[in-house]
Structures are given as C-alpha cells and as structure tokens.
C-alpha cells in the first residue's frame, strides 16, 4: 500500500450546486471545514503519512474531493471523466498537477463516465468497482485495462450511496464493512465470493457515511463521527478507530476518504 496521499485544502469549499441527494444547499461553515481538514492532514501526517497537496481552483468548490480525482496504480493515473459539468473542469486541473510530479496520465473516452477513486479500490492485482451511479460500466473497464488490474465490478443501486466508496471499505484483502442496501442482488454475491469477512453497515452507520473512512496498514481506521454499532465490530477485530468530525463536509455528501487520495 502507498504512503503517500494527495490533498487539497477547502480554501474555496461550499455547496454551490445540488449533484447528489446529500447536497440540500446548507450553508458551509469554512472556517469549522478548514479546521476539519486540518485534523485530517494532522492525524495522517501523525500516522508516517507522506501528504502531497493540490491547490484549491476558486471555482471548483469539490476539488477538495481528491479521491475523485482519478485512479492511480504506480506511475499511471487514468483521470476522472466526470459525469456532471460542474465537476469537468477539475480534471486539466488535476492533469497538470500528476505530470508535474512525473505521472503517466491516460483520459478515457469522453462518452464514459469515471469518477476514480470514488469509485475504485485497487487491492494487489484487483479492481473493485462501482458503477451504475456516477461512473459508467465502459468506464471502469478502460480504466481497468488500462492500470493491467483484474475488474471486479459492483452494480450501484441507491442514488444516496452515489460513489462505491460511501458504501464500501475495504480494510484488507480478507475483510470489508460495506452498506447492502447500496448494492444489487449480483453484487453482494460477488462481494461474498471475493471477500471471507462482509461486514455489514446498518442505516444508521451507513448514513453516518462509516464506509467513507480512511484505511491504514489494516489496524488504523480515521472514521468520521456518528457510526456506532461498526466500532464495535472492528475492535472486536483488534481495529483501532480514531473519529473526526466531519459535519461541513458531509453537506456535501463527502467525507474523509473522498478527501483522500492515494497515490
């Protein structure tokens, strides 16, 4: 697993449009947002994370959403294709910065959405993938092709759990927690075909956004506040689970993982 996470700081964050059914038009407290934020890249940098950081185009109020930014495996990133215009933009902007920084960087044809790693989890030689909401089933594949990765794709079926990663996380190649009521019938069998140890979300965990935490070395868990019933499940599990509040964000229908690229 990498060591190394890209971040954007929420200078220019705010609910300026409506792309999801969490984004009701509250209004953002940035200066409570920025201190949220802080407590992310403090905690990572805390961990031996190495924090990489993009800056915030004025106009792009999601660019603090990294984890959409594409999916990367070594020095290759295929780029999001964003289904919705108000997101497009941020991907020349997010181009530029990977070949900066000496990245391979491959675009899919426009006609397939792709949303990276909102909706991808690269495990070893594996791709579990998300689509039917924001990304496209052609999608997925190209990009799987493309970074030479094994596809497991997972049929999104509940338009509040838009992206695979606020309804699945996958804490190592043995054990997940994950939302069912995300998903269709054929992809909880594929779930359980490829991964020994589900564990399942209820409402009230998975609205709290708990499969939108940030993973790391398998025993660490940054969780955003509200889940209660899966920190049981995962100390059980010799887990540790550090919470950050993540209220102004999650106006956005965000959080921690979707801040979080790993690169």
């Known amino acids: 697993?990498?060591?190394?996470?890209?971040?954007?700081?929420?200078?220019?964050?705010?609910?300026?449009?409506?792309?999801?059914?969490?984004?009701i038009g509250e209004p953002v407290n940035s200066a409570v947002a920025l201190e949220q934020w802080f407590r992310l890249?403090?905690?990572?940098?805390?961990?031996?994370?190495?924090?990489?950081?993009?800056?915030?185009?004025?106009?792009?109020?999601?660019?603090?959403?990294?984890?959409?930014?594409?999916?990367?495996?070594?020095?290759?990133?295929?780029?999001?294709?964003f289904k919705f215009p108000e997101r497009q933009p941020e991907t020349d902007v997010y181009e530029r910065w990977f070949k900066k920084e000496g990245y391979e960087t491959y675009r899919l044809p426009k006609k397939y959405s792709f949303e990276g790693c909102g909706d991808t989890v690269v495990s070893e030689d594996k791709m579990f993938a998300g689509y039917g909401v924001r990304s496209d089933l052609g999608g997925i594949r190209r990009a799987a092709k493309i970074l030479d990765l094994e596809l497991i794709p997972l049929k999104l079926s509940h338009d509040s759990f838009y992206h695979l990663d606020t309804c699945f996380c996958l804490l190592n190649n043995q054990c997940a927690m994950y939302y069912p009521g995300a998903f269709t019938p054929s992809a909880l069998k594929k779930l359980r075909k490829h991964i020994p140890d589900l564990i399942p979300l209820d409402v009230h965990d998975a609205a709290h956004f708990a499969a939108n935490s940030v993973v790391y070395q398998e025993n660490r868990v940054l969780m955003p506040a509200g889940p209660q019933k899966i920190v049981e499940e995962l100390d059980i599990r010799g887990v540790e689970v550090t919470h950050i509040n993540t209220s102004e964000f999650l106006k956005s229908g965000g959080s921690l993982q979707c801040m979080t690229l790993w690169i």
Request: charged share 15%.
């Open 1 to 23: 697993m990498s060591n190394t996470v890209l971040l954007c700081a929420p200078i220019h964050f705010d609910v300026i449009y409506s792309i999801n059914p969490w984004m």
């Open 41 to 81: 890249k403090d905690t990572l940098e805390e961990w031996g994370v190495d924090v990489k950081l993009i800056g915030q185009v004025g106009n792009l109020p999601d660019m603090v959403f990294t984890a959409n930014a594409g999916t990367v495996r070594g020095n290759k990133v295929v780029l999001s294709n």
